[in-house]
């Protein structure tokens, strides 16, 4: 496995930042979901989590800049 050069600047990385949004969404589900649950379906949730994984896997393959 080969790091990113210039770790400090990971956060420029759209795979960093979709993964970041992930991991709130996740969160979200887990202390709003109780409050939505009336309102919002299930699917929904699905839905978005899937959509977020395959910008995931898109930004994944997508070269960022010089030496990404």
Same mark, same amino acid.
């Given at each position: 496995?080969?790091?990113? =050069?210039?770790?400090?600047?990971?956060?420029? &990385?759209? =795979? &960093?930042? /979709? =993964?970041?949004?992930?991991?709130?969404?996740?969160?979200?589900?887990?202390?709003?979901?109780?409050?939505?649950?009336?309102?919002? =379906?299930?699917?929904?949730?699905?839905?978005?989590?899937?959509?977020?994984?395959?910008?995931?896997?898109?930004?994944?393959? /997508?070269?960022?800049?010089?030496?990404?």
């Amino acid at each position: 496995m080969r790091l990113i =050069s210039d770790w400090r600047q990971g956060y420029r &990385l759209y =795979s &960093l930042q /979709i =993964s970041l949004v992930i991991v709130l969404a996740a969160f979200a589900q887990l202390e709003l979901l109780p409050l939505w649950q009336p309102q919002l =379906s299930p699917k929904a949730y699905a839905t978005l989590n899937s959509a977020l994984a395959i910008l995931l896997f898109v930004a994944r393959l /997508i070269k960022q800049g010089p030496g990404r």
